[in-house]
């Protein structure tokens, strides 16, 4: 029937915006066991929409967990790759988190809220990171998982408060970049931190699920383009950002992905001993920028070979 929601499959989950996506002629595909918009119009549109205003993506398929009590950090500790002891009230910083052989199981981002710390880890690994915290537990620490009762939206470009001007309070727009605040919109708590992944200015907002419709109906409003996940994964490459399952997963340690700036080798966590010998062994691959000549666009896997036609990586 024409104009009608399309069944969703048994085996995967939605979003709460879902037929929001799909009434605006979103094609959807099955990402990390979500249904998820990977583009409206097409992916260049898209993707030069963020670059030269503001793109709205739905990423509410991020799973969203907040710890609080007495030994919230200390839970913490023991699995992030950052220092924590020197974050301070609405920051937020990018961290791993390492299995025992020094392999990368999600990179994530840490807030440190008024009332929580918050942790954002990627879609398909929010089980598993769920169930690794509870194997760590802390005495006097919970954690709660608000991945199904938020919406998670991000607004990114150079014309981003132009689309939540009106939105969210006048004092986002002169929060500096990973810092993040509370806000009381409507009687609801939101958390809204200035972030994103995808190299431009912007905002990420975690809102109650029932104002998700609303919400992102303001934000195209204000001038929004809706995107999809293709054009944010083309803006995250384009941007050298790595991707869990792409330029990290658990055979590629910090370092060799370029990111031991995340690593703190002074504080204990796990997987820090094998940490300590893998950044000494100089034969490991690490993950380097590549620009290639003519239109051809290089696919995950493909080998690299030298001059000589050897190969030297993929």
């Known amino acids: 029937m024409q104009g009608s929601i399309p069944p969703i499959s048994a085996n995967l989950r939605s979003t709460p915006l879902r037929e929001w996506h799909v009434g605006r002629g979103a094609r959807m595909v099955d990402f990390a066991g979500f249904s998820m918009p990977v583009q409206y119009s097409s992916i260049v549109a898209e993707h030069m929409s963020v670059r030269n205003s503001a793109g709205m993506f739905d990423v509410s398929h991020m799973g969203r967990f907040l710890f609080r009590g007495q030994g919230a950090m200390e839970w913490l500790d023991r699995l992030l790759t950052c220092r924590l002891s020197d974050l301070s009230i609405g920051q937020v910083r990018y961290s791993l988190i390492c299995g025992q052989h020094g392999g990368v199981l999600d990179d994530v981002l840490v807030t440190r809220w008024p009332d929580s710390w918050g942790l954002v880890v990627n879609a398909s690994n ?7 915290f509870t194997s760590h537990r802390v005495p006097d620490a919970t954690v709660e998982d608000i991945s199904a009762s938020t919406v998670m939206v991000a607004v990114q470009g150079p014309d981003w408060w132009r689309a939540c001007h009106g939105i969210v309070p006048e004092s986002v727009a002169s929060l500096p970049y990973f810092r993040g605040q509370l806000a009381d919109c409507g009687g609801a708590c939101w958390r809204i931190s200035r972030t994103g992944y995808t190299g431009e200015d912007g905002v990420e907002i975690i809102a109650p699920a029932d104002v998700g419709t609303a919400l992102v109906d303001s934000m195209v409003q204000g001038g929004a383009v809706p995107c999809g996940l293709g054009a944010r994964d083309t803006l995250r490459l384009e941007a050298g950002m790595p991707l869990y399952g792409h330029e990290l997963d658990e055979n590629i340690d910090p370092f060799q992905a370029g990111l031991g700036r995340s690593v703190d080798l002074d504080k204990e966590f796990l997987g820090r001993a094998a940490l300590v010998v893998r950044k000494a062994d100089a034969s490991l691959p690490v993950r380097v ?20 036609g050897a190969s030297v990586g993929r």
Do not use: C, Y
């Open 289 to 308: 920028g590549i620009m290639l000549e003519g239109r051809r666009a290089a696919r995950q896997g493909d080998e690299v070979l030298d001059t000589h």
């Open 126 to 132: 929010r089980t598993r990171i769920l169930d690794l």
